[in-house]
């Protein structure tokens, strides 16, 4: 691994201490995180001074989706990664017990009683945090492993572990809590580690002017994937010359900028809407430190993108700069339009108008249509009128659903319903045999109809993210037929708005399954 001997270094002073640390890796997509713990989990992984050995689990692909699918993981790669070592205590992991979690208490205990230690490097926790529905009990359960004197973890992510938490469950749990409270950082590369990255250049002869040097990192800011991308240019024309001046980055900075707009483009992308309006102000000129809050100086300062240069904040990244001038235009329509409450409420149906138009296509119900149409323009005079129309979406959605999925006569076949009372699902909502009159319980057969924990999914054509969608709006218009028993409830300008972008989605999802109908028949 190039550079990054900073980090390094702090990293090892956590795990190599007489009593390690649990650490905490954060840093944003692009900037090298997951080389990093690669890098560490292989160096610990021969360090027979401090780690038996070394477990690394990238979770982005490891496909876990609850509690037991992450127990089982990190059994099996323990299991595999103490094998060589203690083939004995590797044995207790039987990865088919339902109580993997106690056989892994059990490893961890014999390690600690022979002061043994193994290191566990997960990547990508914030994945799993996010889209996976792991609950409170695992991460109390990894808190007491991770007690016990045998086991340290170093965990990766984009953002602190607490933040990316999906439930309030889950974030109140103690595990959080072991880790160093001050996270190991992964931002841009300093100078020390770009001259690293500068050696292979040597090597094979080139030497930079001193001005050279420079350049590399104003047109970088240090950011890894640009500092890559410009030496690659580099290397492919070091042998016209033996020195590199100032005109030669710039030529080769001109060059990534043309030829891989996408790689500047990611790092956009990956910026937050705020801080991408910051970088777009800082493109033009130099802000105060007083017009930014610490977390958005602290967001460009990280990414190598500005740097204070007393109380101003300064562009540190030529090509972010030259990538931020083109979108500045674009960025100031956006917070004209909707920077404000005032411009929000008074531009938010012309873009729910325009987004219907991208996703309606010759294919879609035309009524379904008329009626998201309607809800659209109700939302300026009157916002309680937009979602009262949601209750004629939802059910003309439904109608629809049943047309592509049912008989003509509405009949629910019989194997259907031999499966879901076979799954031990009783109160199935059918009316003697046919689809229920009341639109909840179309929507309950729908639910069944597109699977669930307990049953498969046997709908033909309509998917379950389109069920979601029905099935939201449903409830909803029920709240608005029954407005008058909520008094207190304003019917806000954006409460309406969200409800119908929903409904703007069901015409998308629904037109989709729809079309595959037709193409079937």
């Given at each position: ?7 390094v ?24 995180k997951s ?15 401090h780690?038996?050995?070394t ?9 876990i989706?609850?509690d ?21 205590v ?5 990865l088919?017990?339902e ?22 490097v997960?990547?990508?926790f ?15 359960q990894l ?10 973890l ?14 309030e ?5 103690d ?10 950082r ?10 690293a ?14 001005s ?5 990192s104003?047109w ?5 994937l ?7 240019r580099l290397?492919?024309?070091?042998g016209?010359?033996s ?10 900075a ?6 891989q707009?996408e ?15 910051d970088l ?10 007083a017009d930014l809050?610490?977390?958005?100086r ?9 740097r ?23 960025i ?5 339009l909707?920077g ?5 409420e008074a531009?938010?149906?012309?873009a ?7 996703v ?7 009524l ?7 809800a659209?323009?109700?939302l300026?005079?009157n916002p ?8 004629g979406?939802?059910t ?6 049943w ?30 045999g ?7 319980h ?20 309509v ?12 409830s909803?218009?029920d ?5 008058p ?11 309406a708005?969200s ?17 595959s109908?037709?193409?079937s028949?």
């Amino acid at each position: 691994m190039l550079g990054r001997t900073a980090l390094v270094r702090r990293i090892e002073s956590h795990l190599s201490k007489a009593s390690p640390d649990h650490v905490s890796v954060v840093g944003p997509a692009y900037y090298g995180k997951s080389v990093l713990l690669e890098h560490v989990a292989d160096a610990y992984k021969a360090d027979s001074k401090h780690y038996l050995t070394t477990v690394s689990i990238d979770l982005r692909h490891a496909g876990i989706r609850s509690d037991g699918d992450f127990k089982r993981r990190l059994a099996e790669d323990l299991k595999g990664a103490l094998r060589p070592h203690r083939a004995n205590v590797a044995e207790y992991l039987d990865l088919e017990d339902e109580n993997i979690h106690e056989l892994l208490g059990l490893v961890f205990d014999d390690l600690s009683s022979e002061s043994s230690r193994v290191l566990v490097v997960l990547d990508g926790f914030d994945h799993v945090l996010a889209g996976a529905d792991l609950t409170r009990t695992l991460w109390d359960q990894l808190r007491t492993l991770a007690q016990k004197p045998s086991l340290r973890l170093v965990a990766g992510s984009r953002l602190p572990l607490r933040e990316v938490c999906r439930t309030e469950e889950s974030r109140t749990s103690d595990f959080w809590e072991i880790f160093n409270p001050m996270p190991v950082r992964v931002g841009a590369l300093d100078e020390k580690d770009i001259d690293a990255f500068l050696e292979p250049l040597s090597d094979a002869g080139c030497t930079l002017e001193g001005s050279a040097r420079k350049e590399i990192s104003n047109w970088t800011g240090g950011v890894p994937l640009l500092v890559c991308a410009l030496l690659a240019r580099l290397w492919n024309v070091r042998g016209e010359t033996s020195t590199l001046s100032k005109p030669d980055i710039d030529q080769a900075a001109e060059a990534v900028l043309d030829e891989q707009r996408e790689l500047v483009g990611a790092l956009w992308d990956d910026c937050a809407g705020e801080s991408q309006a910051d970088l777009a102000k800082l493109a033009a000129t130099d802000v105060s430190r007083a017009d930014l809050s610490e977390s958005r100086r602290r967001a460009v300062e990280d990414r190598g993108f500005g740097r204070m240069a007393g109380t101003r904040l300064r562009s540190a990244c030529r090509l972010m700069q030259r990538y931020a001038t083109q979108q500045a235009p674009a960025i100031a329509d956006l917070k004209r339009l909707f920077g404000s409450s005032a411009g929000f409420e008074a531009n938010i149906r012309s873009a729910l108008e325009m987004r219907l138009g991208q996703v309606a296509t010759p294919r879609t119900d035309r009524l379904l249509r008329d009626f998201v149409n309607r809800a659209v323009r109700d939302l300026d005079e009157n916002p309680e009128l937009a979602v009262n129309v949601v209750r004629g979406i939802a059910t003309r959605a439904l109608s629809l659903v049943w047309e592509a999925e049912l008989p003509s006569d509405q009949t629910l076949p019989a194997d259907w319903l031999h499966e879901w009372k076979h799954a031990g699902l009783k109160n199935i909502p059918d009316d003697h045999g046919k689809l229920p009159r009341g639109y909840g319980h179309q929507c309950n057969i729908l639910r069944l109809l597109t699977g669930t924990d307990k049953v498969r999914r046997q709908s033909r054509y309509v998917r379950k993210v389109t069920c979601r969608l029905i099935d939201h709006l449903q409830s909803v218009g029920d709240f608005g037929q029954h407005r008058p028993d909520f008094p207190e409830t304003k019917v806000t300008l954006g409460f309406a708005a969200s409800i119908v972008l929903a409904a703007i989605a069901l015409v998308e999802s629904l037109t989709a399954d729809l079309s595959s109908s037709d193409l079937s028949r």
